[in-house]
C-alpha cells in the first residue's frame, strides 16, 4: 500500500465525518495501532501505542513497533541500483509521545523515537572506506540505528462509541547510523557505477525531516 492511498483513504474517513458531532478522547486512555509503518520504509514495523492522560486536556503514551522476517517476510533494502530482500530481518521501535489536545478533535504533539534495525544482505556492491574502492560482496551484516523528534498536528475523530481514527502530519529530525559487518565474498568490483552504499553512513543525505501517521483508536471505558 503506498503512502498516497493512506491518504486517500485518510479523505473518505474525514469527509464522511465533517458534520458529525463526535469528539475525541475526552480524558479517557485509549490504544493505537498504526497502518503506516508496516507498508512504508526499508524497516516495516508493526506498530502499537497506549495512551493515557496526565492533566486537563494532556496525555503521554508510547507506541512499540516490532518487525521481523515472519512478520515483515518482503523487507527490502537498496543496494545500488536494486531493492534487495533483507534476511533474518528485525526491527525494533519505542515512541514516547506528549499530546495537547487544542480542541476535541485536534492536537500537537511532540514524539522522540528510537528505532534500531537489523538484517543479513545478499549479493550486492559496497563502497569501502577509507580506501574509496567499490567491491562485490556474497552476504554481510546491516545494522541501523536512527533517533529522531518530531512535532506534530493531529486531527482525531470518532467512527463509532469508541472506535476512531488519528491522522498526523509533522516535521522534525533524525540522526542516523549504519554499520555493515560480516562481509564475505568480497572483491574488487568490475563494474563500480552499480555501486551500493558505503560501509559507514551517517545518514546526512537521508534525514526526512517530514513524517505523517495514520492510526485507529479505541477507547478504554
Not at 80 to 96: K, T
Not at 177 to 184: A, D, F, R, S, W
Amino acid at each position: 500500500m503506498k503512502p498516497n492511498h493512506l491518504i486517500l483513504i485518510f479523505l473518505i474517513l474525514l469527509g464522511s465525518k465533517l458534520m458529525a458531532q463526535s469528539e475525541g478522547p475526552n480524558q479517557q486512555s485509549y490504544v493505537t495501532m498504526n497502518f503506516v509503518s508496516p507498508f512504508v520504509g526499508i524497516a516495516p514495523r508493526w506498530k502499537a501505542g497506549v495512551y493515557t492522560p496526565i492533566a486537563k486536556n494532556l496525555f503521554v503514551g508510547t507506541e512499540l513497533g516490532f518487525g521481523s522476517t515472519f512478520v515483515s517476510p518482503e523487507a527490502r533494502v537498496k543496494v545500488g541500483r536494486r531493492y534487495r530482500v533483507q534476511h533474518n530481518y528485525r526491527s525494533f521501535e519505542l515512541g514516547p509521545e506528549l499530546i495537547y489536545m487544542v480542541h476535541p478533535k485536534h492536537f500537537i504533539s511532540a514524539k522522540y523515537s528510537h528505532l534500531t534495525h537489523s538484517s543479513k544482505l545478499r549479493d550486492g556492491t559496497i563502497l569501502m572506506q577509507p580506501d574509496e574502492l567499490y567491491y562485490d560482496f556474497t552476504s554481510l551484516d546491516y545494522d541501523r540505528t536512527v533517533t529522531s523528534f518530531h512535532m506534530f498536528y493531529g486531527y482525531m475523530d470518532t467512527v463509532s462509541k469508541r472506535l476512531g481514527f488519528i491522522f498526523k502530519i509533522g516535521w522534525g529530525g533524525r540522526n542516523k547510523t549504519v554499520e555493515l559487518t560480516n562481509i564475505t565474498g568480497r572483491t574488487l568490483s568490475a563494474n563500480p557505477r552499480a555501486s551500493g552504499f558505503a560501509s559507514t553512513n551517517d545518514g546526512s543525505g537521508e534525514s526526512y525531516p517530514i513524517a505523517f501517521d495514520l492510526r485507529i483508536y479505541y477507547l478504554f471505558k
